[in-house]
């Protein structure tokens, strides 16, 4: 039997923000978050806030952070960029982005720059998402679990924030419909499900290494001190974190094939670094535990997509050694 699901959300009431009474209206929403505070939660996910007024949640987040400094308001809104950076002008604390839909080398890197290197890192603190409740990305469907540990891989090096949705995420659910949308054929929008949280496969025990990995490291506790390094196969995106202090200095590099190993020669940025022409680098591979002596220069980098489609390299040891 064919699944149908509805075009559109069918169990909400559209509210006029701008009422008479829309005082009383503001403060009655406002309170809704402020009843959730005083329960413990502090993190709001916003569906669709571009569908509201922008003036309520200017105002709204103002008020809420006045009494609770703490409380976290994220963005859920892939509108146009426009749109989506004027919500983080009003207030937004972090927002979605359009990493779901950068697929490749070239892409990403522009995308990151955008995010990092122009006026846009001075109000917008983006969250990269993988998936959403909403959303299996063209790039996920059917796709392997060797995507799903990439993409898992990309976001949370890239960003300081980074989110799934799971359990589907881990159970690697890559079915969607048969209607060509980017939805998942079996949505909790439209069914409760029952999941075996107790599951361990390859996905979750990546997803303990990774996040080990970002608590240990301040250099992937920040978005906007990521610098690209040039490799010579398009398929390897190099790029690396440094704290202020240079005390963290985390380097990375992404196999984007998810079917082939692919190799190539990375460059050793010397200057970034402050290294000599002569000098060499100690590098600790944080998801294997390998340790590599590299030349200053250009150096040789092999990934396989089965085993693990990226480096994640932190820099023990720098000079003449």
């Not at 959300?9 to 503001?26: A, C, G, K, M, T």
């Amino acid at each position: 039997m064919q699944r149908i699901h509805p075009k559109k959300y069918q169990d909400i009431v559209p509210i006029n923000f701008e009422s008479e009474d829309w005082r009383n209206l503001w403060e009655e929403l406002k309170g809704v978050f402020t009843y959730w505070i005083a329960q413990g939660i502090t993190i709001f996910r916003v569906d669709n806030p571009h569908t509201k007024a922008f003036r309520f949640w200017e105002w709204c987040i103002q008020e809420v952070q006045k009494e609770y400094p703490d409380a976290i308001f994220l963005s859920e809104s892939f509108t146009r960029p426009k749109i989506m950076a004027e919500l983080a002008k009003l207030g937004y604390s972090q927002s979605y982005t359009y990493f779901t839909w950068r697929n490749n080398k070239a892409e990403m890197q522009e995308y990151m720059t955008e995010l990092t290197r122009t006026e846009m890192r001075e109000y917008f603190r983006p969250n990269f998402w993988p998936n959403t409740p909403d959303i299996l990305a063209y790039e996920m469907m059917h796709a392997n679990s060797n995507q799903f540990v990439k993409r898992l891989l990309l976001a949370a090096t890239l960003s300081s924030n980074y989110g799934l949705y799971g359990p589907a995420y881990e159970l690697v659910d890559n079915i969607p419909t048969s209607n060509g949308k980017e939805e998942y054929f079996n949505s909790e929008k439209y069914e409760v499900k029952v999941h075996d949280w107790t599951v361990r496969n390859r996905l979750t025990d990546m997803m303990t290494k990774i996040n080990r990995i970002r608590r240990e490291n301040p250099a992937l506790q920040d978005t906007y001190n990521i610098h690209f390094t040039r490799t010579d196969n398009d398929q390897l995106m190099s790029y690396i974190k440094i704290t202020e202090d240079r005390s963290n200095i985390i380097w990375c590099i992404v196999n984007f094939d998810v079917e082939h190993t692919q190799s190539g020669m990375v460059e050793v940025p010397q200057q970034l670094l402050r290294l000599s022409a002569n000098s060499r680098i100690q590098v600790q591979d944080l998801l294997t535990n390998d340790v590599f002596t590299w030349k200053s220069d250009w150096n040789y980098v092999e990934l396989n997509p089965y085993r693990f489609p990226a480096h994640i390299l932190r820099i023990s040891k720098m000079g003449n050694f």
